[in-house]
Each structure stands twice: as structure tokens, then as C-alpha cells.
């Protein structure tokens, strides 16, 4: 059973930076897509960045591109950072995971209803 804790919340002013992490557990063997997700008041839950742990390989949402990077540290850990915030990217943020898999080599196709595992998430409060 994954199980997923989010840390590294908080309020930052508009230009500002925060580094979230995702502490992991509880992995077979196999590859997993992880991905950080964002959910703010009244809008649907959006998909932020992925990580394939196979390859390494990420993807971004074009909001978040060139100002946002995933990595995966040895011990599994999962980070977001976020450099150049502001108040669009106020909201709850929450890590996932889903695996594992044998033969996939990405996360492509994968919804946030697709994933099993979830964080209990993270707020990120970005003022101008």
C-alpha cells in the first residue's frame, strides 16, 4: 500500500518560492507515475507535473512551464519546485501515485481518475 505525505505548504507574496515535498512508502516493484495535482476553491482539480520513475521522464502543465520542476530524490521522495508564483497558483496541492507498472513508460493518458494514491495535500496561499 502507497501511502503519500505532502509538506512545504504555505504563504508566499507574488514572485515568490516554495519547494513542496512528497514523502513515499510502501512501493512494489515495478514503475509508478507520479504527478502533483492542484485543486483551487470552485475549480476542478488540475494536473500540474508528472514524473515516470522509469526514465525519469516528466511532463508540465503549459501554466506552470519554465517556472515549476518535478524530481524524485534517491530515497523516493517526491518535490515540486515553484519559482515565480503567483496568485493564479493559489490552491490545495496534492501528490499522487499510480503503479505498478511493467510495460508502460509514461504517464501519458493517465487522469487524475486514474490515480489510486493520494496525498492529503498541501496549501499554497500566493499573495499580490
Given at each position: 500500500?502507497?501511502?503519500?505525505?505532502?509538506?512545504?505548504?504555505?504563504?508566499?507574496?507574488?514572485?515568490?518560492?516554495?519547494?513542496?515535498?512528497?514523502?513515499?512508502?510502501?512501493?512494489?516493484?515495478?514503475?509508478?507515475?507520479?504527478?502533483?495535482?492542484?485543486?483551487?476553491?470552485?475549480?476542478?482539480?488540475?494536473?500540474?507535473?508528472?514524473?515516470?520513475?522509469?526514465?525519469?521522464?516528466?511532463?508540465?502543465?503549459?501554466?506552470?512551464?519554465?517556472?515549476?520542476?518535478?524530481?524524485?530524490?534517491?530515497?523516493?521522495?517526491?518535490y515540486l519546485q515553484m519559482?515565480?508564483?503567483?496568485?493564479?497558483?493559489?490552491?490545495?496541492?496534492?501528490?499522487?501515485?499510480?503503479?505498478?507498472?511493467?510495460?508502460?513508460?509514461?504517464?501519458?493518458?493517465?487522469?487524475?481518475?486514474?490515480?489510486?494514491?493520494?496525498?492529503?495535500?498541501?496549501?499554497?496561499?500566493?499573495?499580490?
Amino acid at each position: 500500500q502507497v501511502q503519500l505525505v505532502e509538506s512545504g505548504g504555505g504563504s508566499v507574496q507574488a514572485g515568490g518560492s516554495l519547494r513542496l515535498s512528497c514523502a513515499t512508502s510502501g512501493y512494489s516493484q515495478g514503475s509508478y507515475c507520479m504527478a502533483w495535482f492542484r485543486q483551487a476553491p470552485g475549480k476542478e482539480r488540475e494536473e500540474v507535473a508528472t514524473f515516470f520513475t522509469h526514465g525519469r521522464t516528466t511532463t508540465y502543465a503549459d501554466s506552470v512551464k519554465g517556472r515549476f520542476t518535478i524530481s524524485q530524490d534517491v530515497q523516493g521522495t517526491l518535490y515540486l519546485q515553484m519559482n515565480s508564483l503567483n496568485s493564479d497558483d493559489t490552491a490545495m496541492y496534492y501528490c499522487a501515485a499510480e503503479g505498478p507498472f511493467i510495460a508502460t513508460t509514461s504517464c501519458d493518458g493517465l487522469s487524475a481518475a486514474s490515480f489510486e494514491y493520494w496525498g492529503q495535500g498541501t496549501q499554497v496561499t500566493v499573495s499580490s
